[in-house]
Structures are given as structure tokens and as C-alpha cells.
């Protein structure tokens, strides 16, 4: 992070920035940018006020009639529930156990870098693979948890087709794939705090729990905040583990806004209503992870 | 250090084990025959492969991963030339105009890319970049832009100036002092980005699956996905595909392993 802060200093030579023609060098990004992003998000307002049907040429104008879908479509706020358990409850999860795994590596234990490895190897696994794999584990006939379950029950428990369960199964399995990298952020955060903090503390007689709370917590806060934040945004638009665990189903109990634009889009050909649930996810995604990302970056500032 | 092994090192082989598990049950579930429906915690006490053998030709995994392999290496040469080259002026020119130009790059992290998804297919079908390589290769590139030129800019910043300044007293071009100085500078920034952008795009399932129909062009996942909803009932066969699919990168993952978790950090921390 030191290097962001070098960029401020005033510069020495004017010569060097005096030549405008270098700005050619960003020109090829700036333009892929604007093909692929900016043209498409402009042309997705715009299908998002009509009625087109993904493939046809021709649309109808329906004002702001989509959106007034949103709030009438009985399954939205269902979906929208689910959006936030994907975003906010594995990025919660998902720090709590990175941050106890680190402060547990983060000492004199053989293995450690075994033991690092292993739990970070999820994360560079296909979701979708991992959705499959956990797929083996929780699903009705002959699951590795049904297996379990009827050593003690009659009847196996049908997890994946269970409203409400369904979500935190794959609010779990995100969660155990991902938590490797908060662990590993944690870790480096961990890395940089002084040791003489901990000697001083223990000569005054301060407990572990006083430690972590009065020196551990608040010099890991930004740590915290990159890894949250990082973790919000890849739970909001949870996609691939979805698609293989259940397929936002049974119905759209466990559909997120990304897996319900896909099926608007493709199963349904409501592609204008599926345009309009794309952009109330930006805006939903934009703010949560603006509203987090300053929330935490102004605890990081204030003294505790 | 002691020599005994405490209870630390007790529950390091409890996490260990508890986090192996799901590769355990994918390892058993590969190995069975379909008549074979003893539970998935038990090892088959035979060797059998027929279900490697079946998802590989079923799913032409073979084919998949040639795709997957040219679809990476091919987006990894242009976003590590198309990021470096952007993020030189914006780190060392830093305007009103850049520094507009940097945050409109930057402030597409928040955005994810999927919420374009009906006009980009749209697009993309007008300009006849549906199932080319080309077409994925190019939404790739664009949507690893803005990580790759934070990280470039970042590191950019970090190498004082005065380096540019004394090589171009010696009479050296912008471009020479470019690739002859700074991108040399830039390995660690260069692997970062390679390995960053590189997992995500290897990985990529949920535009794959939109801009990849075509059975010859699909990748490993979007195979694996058309496998699992034709043969939902075979699971030795769609484990087997799963398990081959994730075996190249977990190799290259154990090999370089501390480059990936130094790599996937640094991409985060430096947020």
C-alpha cells in the first residue's frame, strides 16, 4: 500500500509530463472499455424500457413498465433476499473463519504451510466445478450427507430441495472456497504489526483477548476492509455455484438476481424485464459495495 | 522450536483433514462403477476407469481444454501487453484528464461485468462474435482491464521517475525505455496479473456458458455443465469430468504455490 501514497509527491521534472502524445498508450483500453462496457450498458437502459424478446427485431416501448414489474413480481423479493445471504452472510462467514485461521497459522505450528496450502486450494478451483463436487456431498439419493443421516434416521432429508436451507448450503460452499484468500489477507495484514506491540502489552500484563482487541484488531482494519469488501462483491453476484447446486431452484427458492436474469433472458425470452433486473443489479451492487467499502475505510481512521 | 508435536499440530491435521474431505468424496465418487452404490465415504476396493474414460469422450473434455488453454494464454499476452502499456502514462501523468481516465478503469472492480449481460449477447451476436475465439477472448481482456491497470499503475508509481529521466538523458525513446527498462522492472506486478486474471479466466463459467455454445468451441466448465444436465444420474460419470477438469490447474496450483497465494493477495491487498 506505501506505493499509492508516492504517487501524491510533487514531481520533479516537468519535462516528462509536458508530453501529452504517451495518453496514445491507454487508447487501446479506453477503447475496448467503450465497445464492450459503456456501448452495452447504454444499449441496456434502453431494452431495458421495452419488451424484447431477445431474438426478434422488433420491441415494443414500454416506458417504465419493467420496473414497475420489479416491485409487483412475486418472486423479486424472494430473489433479492437471497442476493443479500450470497453477498453479505458468506462475506461474513467467510472473514470470521479466514480471521481465526490466520491468527491460528500466524504462529510457531509445523505444517503451517501445508496446512495454508490446503485451505487455500478451493479458491483456485472452478466454482462450478466446486458446486459439483459439493453437489455430491448434499444431494438426495446416495449424498455423502444422507449416508450419514440414514445411519441415525429412516428417511435421507432432502437438502438442495429445501427453500430456505438450499440458500445457506450455498452460502456455505462459497464460503468454504473462498475463505482461504480472507485467511491469506489476514495473514499478510498480520505480517506487518509490529512484535514490540505484543512485548510492550505483555510486560503491562494485558490478556491475549485485551491484545487482540487493543493492537491485533484495530492495525488489521484495513485488511478487513479489502478482504469484506472483495468477498460482498463476489457473493452478490454468486452465479456458477447456484447454476450447479441446485439451478436456482426448486422453483426460484434459491435463485439470485444473476441466476434469474439468466433464466428471464434465456428460459423465459423476457429479455427487456431481464435487462431491467441487470441494472437493479448494478445499483443494488454499486451502493452495497460503495456503502461497505466507505463504512469501513472511515473505522479504519477513527481510533478505537 | 520443540520437537514434540503439540496440540496445535493435532488440530492443523483437523483442519487439514476437514478441508480435504470434499476432494476425498469427488476422488471416491470417481472411482465407482454406476452398480456400485455403496456410500461415497467408502474407497471402492476395485480399480476401475471407465468413468474417466466415458466423461472424456462424452464430454469432449480433450477438445475443451485445448479451447480453454488457447482462450487463456491468447487473453493473458493481450491483457499483460494492452494493461502495462495503459497504466504507464496514468501512473506518470497524472492530469485531471488521467486521473478521470484511471478512476473510470478503476471503479469497473465494484461493477460486476454480468450485469450487461442482455445487451453484451446482443452485441455480440450483431457483430458476429458469438462462439469465436476471438469474441471471448476480447470480453475477457476488457473485463480484467481495470484489476490489471490498478496493480500496473500501483507499481508503476513505485519506481521513481528519475529512473525514466536519467535513460531518456542517454537518449533512449519512450518506447525503448519502456520495454527495455520498465517492463523488466515490472516482473512481480507481471506474474501477479498473469496469475490473477489468468485463474478467473481459465475458471469462467458464467460467460462462457453464454458466448461459448458451440459443442467444438466450449471450454472445460461449459462441457462440464452440458455433461451434468445430460447425465445427472451418472455421477461417476460427471465426478470423473469434475475431477479431470480441476487437475491441471491444482498441478500448476501445487508447483507454484507460493506465487499464487503471494499473487492473489497482492491483488487484494494492495486495494
Known amino acids: 500500500m506505501s506505493h499509492v501514497k508516492k504517487t501524491f509527491q510533487p514531481r520533479s521534472s516537468r519535462s516528462l509530463s509536458s508530453s501529452a502524445w504517451i495518453n496514445v498508450l491507454y487508447v487501446p483500453a479506453l477503447l475496448l472499455f467503450v465497445v464492450f462496457i459503456f456501448y452495452p450498458f447504454y444499449k441496456g437502459i434502453q431494452v431495458s424500457f421495452t419488451n424484447w424478446d431477445g431474438y426478434s427485431q422488433e420491441s415494443k416501448w414500454l416506458g417504465l413498465d419493467n420496473y414497475r414489474r420489479l416491485f409487483t413480481d412475486p418472486d423479486i423479493s424472494n430473489v433479492i433476499k437471497n442476493t443479500f445471504i450470497y453477498g453479505l452472510g458468506s462475506a461474513l462467514l467467510q472473514n470470521i473463519i479466514g480471521l481465526a485461521y490466520a491468527?491460528?497459522?500466524?504462529?510457531?505450528?509445523?505444517?503451517?504451510?501445508?496446512?495454508?496450502?490446503?485451505?487455500?486450494?478451493?479458491?483456485?478451483?472452478?466454482?462450478?466445478?466446486?458446486?459439483?463436487?459439493?453437489?455430491?456431498?448434499?444431494?438426495?439419493?446416495?449424498?455423502?450427507?444422507?449416508?450419514?443421516?440414514?445411519?441415525?434416521?429412516?428417511?435421507?432429508?432432502?437438502?438442495?430441495?429445501?427453500?430456505?436451507?438450499?440458500?445457506?448450503?450455498?452460502?456455505?460452499?462459497?464460503?468454504?472456497?473462498?475463505?482461504?484468500?480472507?485467511?491469506?489477507?489476514?495473514?499478510?495484514?498480520?505480517?506487518?504489526i509490529p512484535k514490540d506491540y505484543y512485548e510492550a502489552a505483555k510486560i503491562d500484563g494485558a490478556h491475549a483477548f485485551s491484545r487482540f482487541q487493543h493492537i491485533t484488531w484495530p492495525l488489521l482494519a484495513p485488511a478487513v476492509t479489502i478482504s469484506i469488501v472483495l468477498n460482498v462483491i463476489g457473493g452478490l453476484k454468486l452465479f456458477d455455484v447456484i447454476t450447479a447446486m441446485t439451478n436456482s431452484g426448486p422453483g426460484y427458492a434459491s435463485a439470485s438476481l444473476s441466476t434469474l436474469m439468466y433464466q428471464l433472458y434465456f428460459g423465459r425470452q423476457d429479455a427487456g424485464y431481464a435487462a431491467a433486473v441487470g441494472n437493479l443489479m448494478f445499483v443494488i451492487i454499486s451502493v452495497i459495495s460503495l456503502a461497505v467499502l466507505f463504512y469501513l475505510r472511515r473505522r479504519e481512521v477513527e481510533p478505537s | 522450536m520443540k520437537n514434540r508435536l503439540g496440540w496445535?499440530?493435532?488440530?492443523?491435521?483437523?483442519?487439514?483433514?476437514?478441508?480435504?474431505?470434499?476432494?476425498?468424496?469427488?476422488?471416491?465418487?470417481?472411482?465407482?462403477?454406476?452398480?456400485?452404490?455403496?456410500?461415497?465415504?467408502?474407497?471402492?476396493?476395485?480399480?476401475?476407469?471407465?468413468?474417466?474414460?466415458?466423461?472424456?469422450?462424452?464430454?469432449?473434455?480433450?477438445?475443451?481444454?485445448?479451447?480453454?488453454?488457447?482462450?487463456?494464454?491468447?487473453a493473458g499476452i493481450l491483457i499483460v501487453l494492452l494493461g502495462s502499456i495503459a497504466s504507464y502514462p496514468l501512473s506518470r501523468?497524472?492530469?485531471?484528464?488521467?486521473?478521470?481516465?484511471?478512476?473510470?478503469?478503476?471503479?469497473?472492480?465494484?461493477?460486476?461485468?454480468?450485469?450487461?449481460?442482455?445487451?453484451?449477447?446482443?452485441?455480440?451476436?450483431?457483430?458476429?462474435?458469438?462462439?469465436?475465439?476471438?469474441?471471448?477472448?476480447?470480453?475477457?481482456?476488457?473485463?480484467?482491464?481495470?484489476?490489471?491497470?490498478?496493480?500496473?499503475?500501483?507499481?508503476?508509481?513505485?519506481?521513481?521517475?528519475?529512473?525514466?529521466?536519467?535513460?531518456?538523458?542517454?537518449?533512449?525513446?519512450?518506447?525503448?525505455?519502456?520495454?527495455?527498462?520498465?517492463l523488466p522492472l515490472l516482473k512481480p506486478a507481471t506474474a501477479t496479473v498473469i496469475i490473477l486474471t489468468c485463474v478467473n479466466i481459465w475458471n469462467d463459467y458464467q460467460f462462457s456458458v453464454f458466448f461459448l455454445q458451440k459443442p467444438e468451441i466450449r471450454t472445460i466448465t461449459v462441457a462440464l455443465s452440458g455433461f451434468f444436465s445430460q447425465y445427472n444420474n451418472n455421477i461417476g460419470w460427471v465426478a470423473a469430468g469434475s475431477f479431470m477438469a480441476a487437475i491441471p490447474i491444482t498441478l500448476v496450483y501445487l508447483f507454484l504455490q507460493r506465487y499464487f497465494i503471494q499473487g492473489l493477495s497482492a491483488g487484494a491487498v494492495k486495494g
Open chain 1, 103 to 192: 491468527l491460528f497459522l500466524n504462529q510457531h505450528i509445523k505444517m503451517k504451510g501445508l496446512t495454508r496450502t490446503i485451505i487455500y486450494m478451493p479458491a483456485i478451483i472452478s466454482p462450478l466445478i466446486m458446486g459439483y463436487i459439493w453437489y455430491f456431498f448434499f444431494q438426495y439419493n446416495g449424498g455423502a450427507i444422507n449416508d450419514i443421516v440414514l445411519l441415525f434416521a429412516k428417511d435421507p432429508v432432502n437438502l438442495l430441495g429445501s427453500p430456505g436451507v438450499n440458500v445457506w448450503i450455498i452460502t456455505f460452499v462459497n464460503t468454504y472456497q473462498y475463505l482461504g484468500i480472507a485467511m491469506v489477507i489476514f495473514l499478510a495484514g498480520l505480517q506487518v
Open chain 2, 8 to 74: 496445535k499440530e493435532g488440530a492443523a491435521v483437523v483442519f487439514c483433514l476437514i478441508h480435504i474431505i470434499p476432494f476425498y468424496i469427488l476422488f471416491t465418487s470417481s472411482f465407482k462403477a454406476i452398480d456400485d452404490f455403496s456410500s461415497k465415504w467408502m474407497a471402492p476396493g476395485y480399480f476401475y476407469l471407465d468413468n474417466f474414460v466415458n466423461a472424456w469422450k462424452e464430454a469432449q473434455l480433450g477438445r475443451a481444454l485445448m479451447n480453454n488453454v488457447l482462450i487463456t494464454v491468447c
Open chain 2, 93 to 182: 501523468r497524472k492530469t485531471a484528464l488521467n486521473r478521470t481516465v484511471y478512476s473510470i478503469f478503476v471503479s469497473a472492480l465494484i461493477v460486476p461485468p454480468l450485469t450487461i449481460l442482455v445487451p453484451l449477447y446482443k452485441f455480440m451476436v450483431e457483430i458476429g462474435g458469438m462462439n469465436q475465439y476471438w469474441g471471448i477472448i476480447l470480453l475477457h481482456v476488457t473485463f480484467s482491464l481495470p484489476m490489471t491497470i490498478f496493480l500496473y499503475t500501483g507499481f508503476i508509481s513505485s519506481i521513481p521517475q528519475e529512473l525514466d529521466e536519467a535513460a531518456m538523458m542517454d537518449g533512449a525513446g519512450r518506447f525503448v525505455l519502456f520495454y527495455k527498462i520498465l
